[in-house]
């Protein structure tokens, strides 16, 4: 009996560890597609250093190369799993102070945000051009001092269109004092019913983002009267920068390394195939563009290669645009050259 019941043990005691093992395989299959699919930390964690980080999106051309780094595999490369959300500017300033998002692109309206208190810095920059001021076809309008008296159509009082035409206009000599300006502005938050002001009459020029602009003047509905990547306030500026966390900046700097050498090979891509550029951008959906041949224009027209010494433009750059945004009462600082160092960060990569 001792014998028998040695030989029952033992078989019983095969048996459940097959059991075990079975119920180990498939629980680990199940797991492993969960993380898969979910996008969980354990995932992430074994196969990216860095794990999974997100990226703030947005439907303009500007953050492409967030979208481009991760079709192309740049992200995955440097080790990072690149997540995209959707973010508006109030958000993303709020990614950013607080570490969720180590990098974002944005323009100089951040500046005053920065001297504020967000906790960010410019640590890249993106391209030149993405801003354009439109009047009615055969509009007597042409220059910034045809302006005075007028009213322009904005897509929010303080966003960057707003700055960009401020910054123009006094450059031209118009008065752009926030309680005693030469023209005044109107908000829109839809760009189709701005250019529905500008038809309709409610307006005199409106100033926005592309691609609008540029579809309309292809149409041939309006005039282009400024140009932010043509205009000599703007041209061969930088107007558009990658934003990084201080607290990324501090606490992971090889993560923000990692980000930054993903993201310039992506605007190098950018640069050097604007079409199949525009091709992925508009096919996977990452831009409210889905005409490819204004895509790729578009692309060409904003110039995102990485120049050669470009923290020092950069640098350049952060400069003008903070004694610009001082000019016309945007910052409150006496030492712009003093703020424009608190801005830029250079990040050794």
């Not at 966003?159 to 502005?185: E, H, I, K, R």
Request: with cysteine; charged share 25%; net charge neutral.
């Amino acid at each position: 009996m001792l014998n028998i019941h040695g030989r029952v043990v033992k078989g019983a005691a095969i048996l459940c560890t097959l059991i075990a093992v079975f119920a180990f395989d498939a629980c680990s299959v199940k797991t492993s597609g969960s993380s898969s699919a979910n996008g969980s930390a354990k995932a992430t964690s074994t196969t990216y250093k860095y794990g999974t980080i997100e990226f703030p999106k947005s439907s303009s051309l500007c953050s492409s190369p967030i979208a481009i780094a991760l079709e192309l595999g740049y992200f995955k490369a440097e080790g990072i799993n690149a997540k995209l959300v959707t973010a508006d500017a109030e958000t993303r300033k709020v990614g950013l102070d607080s570490g969720r998002f180590p990098v974002t692109n944005g323009d100089f309206q951040f500046f005053p945000s920065i001297e504020e208190g967000v906790s960010a810095s410019v640590v890249g920059a993106l391209h030149k051009g993405c801003i354009k001021i439109a009047v009615k076809k055969g509009s007597s309008i042409k220059t910034a001092k045809d302006l005075k008296g007028k009213k322009i159509g904005v897509d929010e009082i303080g966003g960057t269109p707003y700055m960009a035409a401020n910054m123009w206009l006094g450059q031209a000599g118009l008065s752009v004092d926030q309680n005693n300006s030469d023209v005044t502005y109107l908000p829109y938050d839809d760009s189709s019913l701005e250019f529905q002001a500008l038809q309709n009459g409610d307006i005199d020029a409106a100033a926005l983002w592309d691609p609008l602009p540029t579809v309309e003047e292809q149409k041939g509905t309006v005039d282009i009267i400024f140009d932010l990547g043509s205009d000599p306030t703007f041209a061969k500026h930088f107007c558009c920068f990658l934003y990084g966390s201080n607290k990324i900046i501090k606490e992971k700097p090889e993560e923000m390394a990692a980000i930054l050498r993903a993201l310039n090979k992506a605007r190098n891509y950018i640069a050097a195939h604007p079409q199949q550029a525009a091709k992925i951008i508009a096919e996977k959906k990452y831009s409210s563009i889905t005409d490819v041949t204004l895509a790729t224009k578009l692309f060409k027209d904003y110039d995102y290669k990485v120049e050669d010494n470009e923290d020092a433009a950069i640098k350049s750059d952060v400069q003008y645009f903070t004694e610009q945004l001082k000019t016309i009462g945007f910052l409150k600082t006496n030492d712009t050259t003093k703020l424009a160092n608190t801005i830029y960060q250079k990040i050794d990569l």
